[in-house]
């Protein structure tokens, strides 16, 4: 009896969350807004802030944690390795303007403000990643996955998603306990075993799924094979103290390089948007609605102030790099927001006392609310600069 009663919770809580998606994507629809929207909304409703219906906060969080995962591999599983090593100069020199640029703006703050040159860098890098599964949601959703721009936005993304390993072991020097050194040996080796497996895939044209010949005619069986190879890397990395995302984006470069990409792509397609949906209910039950009404003034400027900077910057790198002035400005409003991996840095700054309890829950709703507003500065955009697929290609 105590079984069925459990069980009919979790079945009513998924209830009110698929209705509140169904209902909310319905009214988004009308006045064409992504689906993001409504997933961030959805949290918010049933969260802390809300109805409270979601306590198990830490779950839905580690669920979440596997969207992205699965939305690395999916990002790999369309790229071609060739086509983006092709492209390390946007990928590099992208990646190295934002993140320079964005410490540059907060020491020029932090020296009003008589900040450390440890929280300095803290909230510069913090605030120099954008969000990989807002963007890439939102380039599919536009249609320009296959543009110039989108592709160049998608290479900047993911260096930026490889680059939160050194900003963590920059930041651990801050820490209490410093840097272990077992660590970077651990990802040393890690970082040598990616490097000599993409080397490996760039040189074969074609690679077979394990047990590709037993499991040639068996589709479904395939599907399990490639979970297999994405979440395995992911581990693997981890183990190696690096980035889960990227050992899922190498998995990806490894499914893409197989003959069964665009059937395996439809199959997990449903299971994709369930855990990256995930996410994003627990991005907006990160929203304390009580901290954004008694401290509204200050994070509307923070938020105000970031989009314009990373808009700035993110137009004036791409711009730097080839792509005409409408393009960098597109792609700049893409960047614009602060990304997920950034709670990561904001959580180790809190931990290790660089940034007060009031700072950390600033920082936290500020990434909340640029992820959520980010669909709404894209079509801003859009609109001023009237853009359309067409005009992109």
């Known amino acids: 009896m105590i079984l069925l009663s459990a069980v009919g919770h979790e079945l009513n809580l998924l209830l009110g969350v698929s209705g509140l998606i169904l209902l909310i994507g319905l009214l988004l629809k009308k ?8 997933y961030i909304l959805t949290g918010v409703i049933l969260g802390p802030s809300g109805f409270e219906l979601v306590t198990n906060y830490e779950t839905a969080e580690i669920v979440g944690e596997l969207g992205l995962v699965i939305l690395m591999f999916f990002i790999g599983m369309e790229i071609s390795l060739r086509d983006f090593i092709s492209k390390w100069r946007i990928a590099l020199f992208g990646t190295g303007l934002q993140i320079l640029f964005s410490i540059l703006i907060i020491l020029v703050i932090g020296g009003f403000l008589d900040w450390s040159i440890k929280r300095t860098l803290l909230l510069g890098f913090i605030i120099s990643l954008s969000s990989s599964a807002v963007v890439i949601k939102l380039i599919e959703d536009n249609r320009i996955n296959k543009t110039q721009i989108g592709q160049n936005v998608v290479s900047i993304l993911l260096t930026q ?3 939160i390993v050194p900003m963590i072991i920059i930041m651990s020097f801050f820490s209490g306990d410093g840097v272990q050194f077992e660590s970077i040996i651990l990802q040393v080796i890690g970082g040598i075993m990616i490097m000599s497996f993409l080397f490996y895939l760039l040189r074969k044209k074609t690679i077979d799924l394990p047990f590709g010949k037993q499991l040639k005619d068996e589709h479904e ?21 690096l980035s889960a995302g990227l050992g899922a984006f190498v998995a990806g470069l490894f499914v893409h390089a197989s003959p069964s990409t665009k059937w395996l792509h439809n199959s ?6 369930i855990l990256i949906s995930v996410f994003f209910l627990s991005v907006g039950m990160l929203i304390d ?5 008694a401290n509204w003034s200050i994070i509307a400027i923070l938020v105000l102030g970031v989009y314009i900077s990373n808009h700035g910057i993110n137009a004036l790198s791409l711009r730097f790099l080839g792509n005409t002035w409408r393009e960098s400005i597109y792609g700049g409003s893409l960047l ?19 940034i007060t309890t009031f700072s950390y829950q600033l920082t936290i709703i500020v990434i909340s609310i640029t992820i959520f507003i980010s669909p709404f500065w894209v079509l801003l955009t859009k609109k001023m600069l009237s853009i359309d697929v067409e005009t992109l290609a």
């Not at 006045?31 to 409504?38: D, E, L, R, T």
């Not at 190879?229 to 693997?236: I, N, T, Y």
């Not at 997990?268 to 948007?273: A, E, K, M, P």
Request: glycine share 4%; with cysteine; proline share 2%.
């Open 31 to 38: 006045v064409n807004q992504p689906y993001i929207i409504a």
């Open 161 to 163: 998603d490889i680059m």
């Open 221 to 241: 069986l395939q599907v399990f094979a490639s979970l297999i190879v994405c979440f395995g890397l992911a581990l693997l990395t981890s183990l190696f103290e």
């Open 268 to 273: 997990l397609h449903s299971f994709r948007v």
């Open 289 to 293: 609605i009580d901290f954004l009404v």
């Open 336 to 354: 614009a927001q602060v990304g997920e991996f950034s709670f990561v840095l904001a959580s180790l700054g809190y931990h290790s006392d660089i």
